[in-house]
């Protein structure tokens, strides 16, 4: 017996592709005005910890939303599980990462655009309703 695959949307058409582009944007910006008012070391510092928010929560879009349907219940329940712990284990290892080999590095910039972007998501129901209109 051949077992259907489900239908999968582009990663692009998925409900929480607007969430991460906004985070992309926000991030970016703020590395931006954190270089022209504080210098390079601030600029790359928020860079780094817009990073370091950002690409744990792609790792967890690309994981989470993998699977959709009701037959697929165990798997998206599963992969939202893999999905966080891996996010949680790619944020510590970015943090580890960065403390080691970045020299000079300026903390509160770093710091500072990591909870930004991090807080684009509390906005996330907001910015789903605005953009997956039809």
């Known amino acids: ?6 239908k999968r949307l582009p990663f692009h058409r998925l409900p929480v592709f607007p969430v991460l582009v906004a985070q992309l944007i926000v991030l970016l910006l703020a590395a931006a005005a954190c270089w ?3 210098g390079s070391v601030a600029g790359y510092s928020a860079l780094l910890g817009g990073v ?4 744990p929560n792609l790792y967890f879009a690309h994981k989470a939303f993998r699977h959709s349907g009701a037959r697929a219940a ?4 599963r992969s939202f ?5 891996g996010k949680l284990i790619l944020t510590f290892v970015l ?3 960065t403390f080691a080999g970045v020299k000079p590095l300026a903390a ?3 710091f500072g655009v990591y909870l930004l972007t991090l807080m684009v ?13 039809p």
Not at 1 to 6: A, F, K, W
Not at 126 to 131: A, G, M, R
């Open 121 to 133: 998501s509390w906005f996330a129901p907001l910015l789903i309703k605005t953009f997956s209109r």
């Open 81 to 85: 599980y893999t999905g966080e712990a």
């Open 74 to 77: 165990r798997e998206i329940v």
């Open 108 to 110: 509160p910039a770093l």
């Open 95 to 97: 943090f580890a990462l």
């Open 36 to 38: 022209q008012w504080r």
């Open 1 to 6: 017996m051949e077992r259907r695959m489900p």
């Open 52 to 55: 370091i928010a950002w690409l």
